[in-house]
C-alpha cells in the first residue's frame, strides 16, 4: 500500500504562483512514476504532469512552459510548481503514482485562480 497526501492548494490571483506537494508513504520503492491529474467541475479528470525514471517529464499542452514537475526521491514527495496560473488552472489537483501492481490516489488539494 501507498498513501499519497497532497498540500499547497489555495486561492490565487491570476498570474500567480502555487507549489503543490506530494508525499509518499508506505511501500514506496514500489512506486515507479508519479504525476499529478486535474479535475475542474463537470470535466474529466486529466494529466497535468508526469515524472517517470528513465523517461523524464511529460506536461500537458495547457500548461507546458508555466508548471515544472520534479521529485525528491529521498523524501518520497513529488512537486507541481505553478506559475503564470490561469483562472482555467482552476480544478482539485490528484497527486497519483504507478506501482509495480497498480496505482494509487491522493485526496486531491482545490486550486482556485481568480481573474
Known amino acids: 500500500q501507498v498513501q499519497l497526501v497532497e498540500s499547497g492548494g489555495g486561492l490565487v490571483q491570476a498570474g500567480g504562483s502555487l507549489r503543490l506537494s506530494c508525499a509518499a508513504s508506505g511501500s514506496t520503492i514500489s512506486i515507479k512514476g508519479m504525476g499529478w491529474y486535474r479535475q475542474a467541475p463537470g470535466k474529466q479528470r486529466e494529466l497535468v504532469a508526469q515524472?517517470?525514471?528513465?523517461?523524464?517529464?511529460n506536461y500537458a499542452d495547457s500548461v507546458r512552459g508555466r508548471f515544472t514537475i520534479s521529485r525528491d526521491n529521498a523524501k518520497n514527495t513529488v512537486y507541481l510548481q505553478m506559475n503564470s496560473l490561469k483562472p482555467e488552472d482552476t480544478a482539485v489537483y490528484y497527486c497519483?503514482?504507478?506501482?509495480?501492481?497498480?496505482?494509487?490516489w491522493g485526496q486531491g488539494t482545490q486550486v482556485t485562480v481568480s481573474s
Open positions: 515524472i517517470r525514471p528513465g523517461l523524464g517529464t
Open positions: 497519483h503514482a504507478s506501482l509495480d501492481w497498480g496505482s494509487s
